[in-house]
């Protein structure tokens, strides 16, 4: 073997090591995420039979795959199912799922109802129509929950997603609001859980492109260029940009609320509110932080496990 060949050889072994390398981090950083944030919300309970809301995007395929991965290293015994509601969109290739769920032997159920023909129907063209094609859905996905006797619903929505949903609130709704973790669903009959919670949205795309998933756009809402929820992500995408680290900062803060500091008199009795004599670590010292400091241990710490990114 000439010089040359074996040195090109050598140079594309490495690389494909590397990549390798990579590719393995990336699965095990997906689960340390997805099993963190299952463990500190208790998402999934022995005996849990967990439904997956699978859209055919990157995201539910995302969720699933890695739900699977942890089925089989979690030390409780729950069940899968995956669940797709075909809306009828036109040029819907129905096909897909079942094949797909067919080919790594997952239990699933289809549910077909026409919830597009609704939403064209009720909503301007031109108009947002993610509003009443959730609620719609929802609705469906709820009732179906209750059919699979299932305990959980699972859904894709993952780190980016709960940070554009908080901003959107604030700017455009005047709450402060996002997507939590887990909660009770609107018929008070099921738990929704989000395991993808601390997970970015780029390593879910990283994944999906690694494992090939057959993914089915969603022509309904995706031809719809002016979304307020695609400013929020552009605008997030910037931040991360200019400002590394800002993205883990604000995710650390939606979760160390500090009521007293803010202004909602549900939260806090501010009306009631009188001196004691006694120190309060919720007074004002708290202003004695400085969270622009570079070497502030508060600030380190707060950068928890669950948002490394290595």
Same mark, same amino acid.
């Given at each position: 073997?000439?010089?040359?060949?074996?040195?090109?050889?050598?140079?594309?072994?490495?690389?494909?090591?590397?990549?390798?390398?990579?590719?393995?981090?990336?699965?095990?950083?997906?689960?340390?995420?997805?099993?963190?944030?299952?463990?500190?919300?208790?998402?999934?309970?022995?005996?849990?039979?967990?439904?997956?809301?699978?859209?055919?995007?990157?995201?539910?395929?995302?969720?699933?795959?890695?739900?699977?991965?942890?089925?089989?290293?979690?030390? $409780?015994?729950?069940?899968?199912?995956?669940?797709?509601?075909?809306?009828?969109?036109?040029?819907?290739?129905?096909?897909?799922?079942?094949?797909?769920?067919?080919? %790594?032997?997952?239990?699933?159920?289809?549910?077909?109802?026409?919830?597009?023909?609704?939403?064209?129907?009720?909503?301007?063209?031109?108009k947002?129509?993610?509003?009443?094609?959730?609620?719609?859905?929802?609705?469906?996905?709820?009732?179906?929950?209750?059919?699979?006797?299932?305990?959980? %619903?699972a859904?894709?929505?993952?780190?980016?997603? %709960?940070?554009?949903?908080?901003?959107?609130?604030?700017?455009?709704?005047?709450?402060?609001?996002?997507?939590?973790?887990?909660?009770?669903?609107?018929? +008070?009959?099921?738990?929704? $859980?989000?395991?993808?919670?601390?997970?970015?949205?780029?390593?879910?795309?990283?994944?999906?492109?690694?494992?090939?998933?057959?993914?089915?756009?969603?022509?309904?809402c995706?031809?719809?260029?002016?979304?307020?929820?695609?400013?929020?992500?552009?605008?997030?995408?910037?931040?991360?940009?200019?400002?590394?680290?800002?993205?883990?900062?604000?995710?650390?803060?939606?979760?160390?609320?500090?009521?007293?500091?803010?202004?909602?008199?549900?939260?806090?009795?501010?009306e009631?509110?009188?001196?004691?004599?006694?120190?309060?670590?919720?007074?004002?010292i708290?202003?004695?932080?400085?969270?622009?400091a570079?070497?502030? +241990?508060?600030?380190?710490?707060?950068?928890?496990?669950?948002?490394?990114?290595?």
């Open positions: 073997m000439n010089a040359p060949l074996a040195s090109v050889q050598a140079a594309n072994l490495k690389d494909a090591e590397k990549v390798a390398y990579e590719n393995n981090k990336l699965e095990k950083r997906l689960c340390r995420l997805m099993g963190q944030a299952i463990g500190d919300f208790n998402m999934i309970e022995d005996g849990d039979r967990v439904m997956v809301c699978l859209s055919g995007g990157k995201d539910s395929y995302g969720l699933l795959d890695i739900l699977l991965k942890m089925r089989q290293r979690a030390p $409780i015994n729950f069940d899968v199912v995956a669940v797709n509601l075909d809306q009828k969109q036109p040029g819907f290739p129905a096909h897909i799922l079942p094949e797909y769920l067919k080919k %790594i032997d997952v239990p699933f159920h289809i549910e077909t109802q026409d919830t597009y023909s609704i939403v064209k129907r009720l909503i301007p063209e031109g947002t129509t993610c509003s009443l094609c959730s609620r719609l859905r929802r609705g469906i996905l709820y009732r179906v929950a209750g059919e699979l006797g299932a305990t959980k %619903i859904l894709g929505h993952h780190r980016d997603d %709960i940070l554009e949903t908080l901003f959107l609130n604030m700017f455009y709704g005047g709450k402060l609001k996002g997507m939590p973790p887990k909660l009770v669903s609107d018929d +008070g009959k099921n738990i929704v $859980i989000r395991p993808l919670a601390y997970v970015r949205e780029q390593d879910l795309a990283r994944w999906a492109e690694l494992k090939q998933f057959p993914i089915i756009p969603c022509d309904l995706g031809s719809q260029e002016n979304l307020k929820r695609k400013e929020m992500k552009a605008m997030l995408r910037d931040w991360e940009k200019r400002y590394p680290g800002r993205i883990k900062s604000i995710v650390s803060a939606v979760s160390a609320v500090t009521p007293s500091h803010l202004m909602d008199r549900s939260l806090y009795p501010f009631t509110l009188h001196a004691t004599g006694q120190a309060d670590v919720n007074g004002d708290a202003f004695d932080e400085d969270p622009c570079n070497d502030a +241990g508060d600030l380190k710490s707060i950068q928890i496990a669950a948002f490394n990114e290595d």
